[in-house]
Every structure is written in structure tokens, then in C-alpha cells.
């Protein structure tokens, strides 16, 4: 049975930073394609970055590059999201999902098969 479970949410101050990990189990993770996206209120979901499964391309979304790092750890099969310069348009549930065995573009949920619960990530001004 594959479990996505995302942590590292919380209430975070605007220009502050933030790490959300995600474990992935009952999958060979180090074979996985691995994403991020995240939904606001009232928001359709989002693309906020992707990282092969070997760990060589990462992908972002234009409005996180050069503050949020994507990153993994096999051996902990286990995903990070590092948030640098945290903005109020941050604040949202945060998804990680584990990718399809050949993605096509990675900003698609649509390339994903397995989804945790999500982490709320609140900014505070």
C-alpha cells in the first residue's frame, strides 16, 4: 500500500522560511519522479515543483523560483521543499505526489498517481 504522508507546516512570518518534508512509502521511491503543489482558498490547485528520480531536474513554478528548493533524500525516501522569502500568496495546503512512471510535464497533476493529505502552510504579515 503507497502512503504519502506530507509534515513541516505551520505559521510562518512573511520573508521568513519553512521546510516541508514528505514520505513516501509502499513504492521503490528512489524510481519516483516527485512533486509539490499547493491550493489556496477558493484556488484551483498548483504546479510548485518537481524532481526526478534521479535527483538531476528540477522544475519550478515562476512565481517560487530562486526561493523555494526542491530536494531528496532516497534513503529516507522522503522529499523537501525548502521556502525561502516566504509571501503572503504562499499561504495554501501544500501537496506532495508521487509521479507516473514516464511524466511528461512535470506542472500536470494530472502525471501524478498517489497524493498525501496535504500541509497548510498559514503566512503572517
Known amino acids: 500500500q503507497v502512503r504519502v504522508r506530507e509534515s513541516g507546516g505551520g505559521l510562518v512570518q512573511t520573508g521568513g522560511s519553512l521546510r516541508l518534508s514528505c514520505e513516501a512509502s509502499?513504492?521503490?521511491?528512489?524510481?519516483?519522479?516527485m512533486g509539490w503543489f499547493r491550493q489556496a482558498p477558493g484556488k484551483e490547485r498548483e504546479f510548485v515543483a518537481a524532481?526526478?528520480?534521479?535527483?538531476?531536474?528540477?522544475s519550478y513554478a515562476d512565481s517560487v523560483k530562486g526561493r523555494f528548493t526542491i530536494s531528496r533524500d532516497d534513503a529516507k525516501k522522503t522529499v523537501y521543499l525548502q521556502m525561502y522569502m516566504v509571501k503572503s500568496v504562499d499561504a495554501a495546503v501544500y501537496y506532495c505526489?508521487?509521479?507516473?512512471?514516464?511524466?511528461?510535464?512535470?506542472?500536470?497533476?494530472?502525471?501524478?498517481?498517489?497524493w498525501g493529505q496535504g500541509t497548510q502552510v498559514t503566512v503572517s504579515s
Open positions: 524532481i526526478s528520480a534521479s535527483g538531476i531536474t528540477k
Open positions: 509502499g513504492l521503490t521511491f528512489s524510481t519516483k519522479d
Open positions: 505526489a508521487v509521479g507516473r512512471l514516464y511524466i511528461i510535464d512535470y506542472r500536470q497533476a494530472s502525471q501524478y498517481d498517489y
